[in-house]
């Protein structure tokens, strides 16, 4: 199964260098890589292959944060890892959609990995909690905290884009809007 | 200072745009103001934040865009592992099916309760009075008792055919039950062919048993009878056979006893293993030495080659049991033995005048 694509597949050094490096080659060769094998992990298993792309994506996720937070050793295969940690995922989410029937069909070796599950789990908390602020600050507040904070740009761009006469004015306006923005944020539960 | 100023302050702070003075009185403020200071903090968290929020949405888009030039499906379709068809279907259909299934036996159970199959025995059991009129016609019979007969049916010599054997010189007779039963008239024909009518004097149903007696002007003495009626059990093994009327002519049918009790547990009958056939009921079972020990009754449809014979001890028991005032001659059983030292040939020769065919007429 997968012949062609597992002859081709990048080495674990290779990827660890690749994303530490945000080479998008790496980071499409390992998606395509290991995606089959999680495919077939949730297919057999009660899943389709939306919830296949989303498993796998929040897997991706996870390893890709943990290698550019450095603390990645390799001292257990990237395909091991990946795979636990979508089964580790999967698993929850069956049993949060009460279809968990108590055994699940594996194709592959595993380890235990629900620390950092629960890592993911709160940082994943905390951006809903931004998106959903993002989206009650509204406009043009929204779009001026992500031109500013998020895409780095520069005052006197944003300022031109919004028509506002003199950079003091933009300064003045982005920060009430951080301002109702970290409210926002911080009166969610 | 506003907050808007203090916000102003923190991001200079940090993106190093202050003066080394502003600087230096900054870093002052931060020592000596604890709010200040958690003010910072809590503005590098937030602003880190947001920025890997933003890092994070624009690598979903990045593994989206990569997702998207995957052929998922084709992918599917090779990863997918086929169960065969069969627990495909149990797997997507099986509450469906255990529903029907527990209808079906439901059903099946109810239906055999409902028609008595379950708890009866007779449904394994066939008696052996030969029907000689067409099923139909003798199905209708048997299940209606006297109903009366529909006058496009063409009425034939006899209904209904058994075996009967004598009891005495003088015209007694042991049958089956269930060959006289719903008679209107019954004949005894000898092995010359010679019919005589004959009487029902007495029945005991419950053990299919019958005395008749041969009321026929005709009828002469049969001499003296050849064999006795056993009072002991046969036993096991034991050589026996038959004598009777299946067809036209009189049949012999030889084998051994089987059991002393039939399968349904009845200890009044005997299993045997001699061939016999509709027409075989109400025939003498004999031993080796010529005593009658049973009367043929019935086999069983279920098991091959297993007949029964009720035991002589209820025929004698029937004999005892008959009303003194039904006897219009004497009734003494014969004692003394005259086969015993004979072959089954000159035993056969010797029997055939005293077994008859048993004819029955019914409306």
Partial sequence: MNKDLKASAPTDSEIVLGILNNSEIVLKRLYTTYFPMILQLIINNNGDEDDAKDIYQEAIIVLYNKIKAGDFELNSKLKTYIYSVCRRLWLKRLSQMNRYGGDIRDFEEHLPVEEEIDNHNDRDIQFGKMESALQLLGEPCKTIMEDFYIKNRSMQEICERFGYTNADNAKTQKYKCLQRLKKLFFQQK | ?363
């Fill in chain 2, 1 to 363: 200072m506003s907050d808007n100023q203090l916000t102003e302050f923190i991001e200079r702070y940090l993106d190093g745009s202050m003066t080394a003075e502003e600087r230096v009185q900054f870093e002052l403020l931060r020592k000596n103001d604890a709010a200040v200071e958690s003010k910072v903090t809590e503005h590098i968290k937030f602003i880190g934040l947001l920025k890997q929020y933003g890092e994070r949405l624009e690598l979903e888009n990045r593994l989206n865009a990569i997702h998207n030039e995957i052929d998922v499906h084709a992918l599917k379709e090779e990863v997918m592992i086929h169960p065969v068809w069969i627990v495909r279907m149990w797997r997507n259909h099986h509450s469906k099916i255990s529903v029907a299934a527990s209808i079906a036996i439901f059903g099946v159970l109810t239906i055999l309760i409902l028609t008595g199959k379950l708890n009866n025995d007779k449904s394994k059991y066939q008696q052996l009075s030969e029907k000689i009129n067409n099923m139909e016609k003798t199905v209708a019979q048997i299940g209606h008792g006297r109903t009366p007969v529909k006058p496009k049916i063409t009425r034939t010599p006899a209904n209904f055919r058994g075996t009967g054997f004598a009891l005495t010189s003088n015209g007694y007779l042991a049958t089956d039950y269930h060959v006289i039963k719903n008679a209107d008239s019954v004949y005894v024909q000898n092995a010359a062919g010679e019919s005589f009518h004959a009487k029902v004097i007495y029945t005991e149903p419950q053990y299919d048993l019958a005395i008749l007696q041969i009321n026929d002007p005709s009828f002469k003495n049969l001499g003296p009878i050849p064999y006795n009626v056993k009072r002991a059990e046969g036993d096991l093994g034991e050589s026996v056979y038959t004598l009777g009327y299946p067809a036209d002519n009189m049949v012999y049918g030889g084998g051994y006893l089987a059991s002393a009790a039939n399968y349904s547990g009845d200890t009044t009958e005997y299993v045997i293993s001699v061939p016999v056939n509709p027409g075989n009921s109400g025939g003498p079972l004999l031993d080796e030495k010529g005593n009658v020990i049973g009367v043929i009754t019935a086999r069983q449809t279920q098991v091959a080659g297993a007949y029964f014979a009720k035991k002589s001890t209820y025929l004698l028991k029937a004999i005892q049991n008959i009303p003194t005032d039904s006897l219009s001659k004497t009734l003494n059983l014969n004692t003394k033995n005259k086969l015993a030292g004979l072959s089954r040939t000159q035993q056969s020769s010797k029997l055939k005048n005293y077994v008859f065919m048993v004819k029955v007429y019914n409306q």
